[in-house]
Nanobody
């Protein structure tokens, strides 16, 4: 059974930092493009950043220079370091795993990030 479990969300003031972690189990981690998405109530889920097993990164322009995605394949973990947070970053952040090889994907349950002004 595949599980993606996010942690590290919370409430911070504008300009603060948070580090999100996602622990993956039940899958061949290096087969998967790992990513973070975020969603506001009533809105679609938007890509924040993805990273391949080879380290190729695709990232939302609005987060470049503030957010850094990384992965540790030895630990089956993916991280999102978020610095200089802004109120517009407030959302539920979801961990995502996608395998072009296996043609499947999985979602975590999400973690709330709230940035107050």
């Amino acid at each position: 059974q595949v599980r993606l479990v996010e942690s590290g969300g919370g409430e911070v003031q504008s300009g603060g930092s948070l580090r999100l972690s996602c622990s993956a189990s039940g899958l061949r981690f290096n087969f998967y493009i790992m990513g973070w998405y975020r969603q506001l109530p009533g809105k679609q889920r938007d890509l924040v950043a993805t990273i391949t097993d080879g380290g190729k990164i695709n990232q939302l322009v609005a987060t470049e220079g503030r957010f850094t995605i990384s992965r540790d394949d030895a630990k089956n973990m993916v991280y999102l370091q978020m610095n200089n947070l802004k109120p517009e970053d407030t959302a539920v952040y979801y961990c995502h795993a996608q395998s072009p090889i296996l043609e499947d994907d999985y979602w975590g349950r999400g973690t709330q990030v709230t940035v107050s002004s």
